[in-house]
């Protein structure tokens, strides 16, 4: 039995897809239970003094989940709800991400359980700056390699990268990728997320015979990675009828112009105030009529009690672990609803990641087109293997994903054996 201080619905979540997995591929016990251990897990202070001078006390976390072929990776978030077992989960997934993408990281998450929005830049900066220091035990260019998540961005790395390099004592740009472009930061890796997603989704549509008219797509979760898909998906001629985020959403049939409803945003209006269009819930948007959904929010959105009701000809899961198990096992049995996997759909992030890190390493920088073809060249592979797998082994296409990536972790293991 895992120990309760992991336990949480998200990590009950990616458990139960792991079992299903390795009792698909009728993996030994020892091998099962060797490969869902995190490596470690780690739980810090993190004291910080409050601008009004009082000194507040936040729980951290670090959850390394395997280190066989590399160092681990994986974002930081600042968030409320944030708990060890909502990291340890994430962490599993990126470890499957990664190996699915033939990247030599191992999964990684972390998060500090806070409000980013009711901290002030100098109380998130040392936040920030306190978190790394209480980390550096745990974390190195070939340890564990931190990037932006939910309540963290660019500001959040350079402030780590700088923490860092200063207890070393010279500039390590390869400890955190997302950073600033000029502190060694990769072109795109803002909006590679997004990117992927949209890339991927064309690509679906395309095999699915729905590029002959522009796509309907809905877009819960307005934030880094929904605008920028939106964004990017507009471009190629896509309608985006309806996005939303934390405070409900904004629905227009004729469609939406993303780029004005980030700039509304971002000129520090509610979204739901956006002009011209017409308020709806999340729970409204979910079950809209669209070619295409894409949850890009939090874990655990479709569910049991609306998947029914999902009226989308594909399900491109831009968040990690938007589906419960539940939910899943009903969407097996819907043929007519196409679901591109959260651990293709949304890897996009942490292949810029590695083209960062590797840029850095080498201290050789690419352009944007490089970039981007590199990414939608690693995707494309992918995305092939997935599809190749699924053909051969009649998996669910979630299944098939999986499957690719637990058993390249498991074959690393067995490689290198056991120590001593």
Known sequence: MFPEFLESPTYQLARQQYERITGLLDLPQSERERTLWPRRAIVVSVPVRMDNGATRIFPGYRVQHHLSVGPTKGGLRYHPDVTLGEVAALAMWMSWKCALCGLPYGGAKGGVACDPTQLSRSELERLTRRYTQEMIPFIGPH??????????DEQTMAWMMDTYSMHVGHPVPQ???????????????????????????NRTAESLGLSGRPLRIAIQGFGKVGA????????FGAKIIAVSDVHGGVFRQGGLDPAAVADFVQRGHRLVDFPDADRITNDELLTLDCDVLIPAAIERQITEHNVRRLRCR???????????AEADAILRE???????????????????????????????FWSEAEVRDRLYRQLEAAHHQVQQYRKKTGF??????????ITRIIEAKKLRGLFP
């Open 143 to 152: 340890v564990d390699v931190m990037a932006p998540d939910l309540g963290t």
């Open 175 to 201: 400890i955190v990728t997302g950073k600033p472009v000029n502190l060694g930061g990769s072109a795109c890796r803002r909006e590679a997320t997004g990117l992927g997603v949209a890339y991927l989704v």
């Open 228 to 235: 920028a898909a939106a964004v990017q998906l507009h471009r």
């Open 314 to 324: 594909i399900l491109a899961e831009a968040a990690n672990g938007p589906t419960t």
């Open 334 to 364: 819907q043929t007519d609803i196409h679901v591109i996997p959260d651990i293709l759909c949304n890897a996009g992030g942490v292949i810029v990641s590695y083209f960062e890190w590797v840029q850095d390493l080498q201290s050789f």
């Open 396 to 405: 669910y296409i979630r299944d098939a994903a999986l499957a690719l990536g």
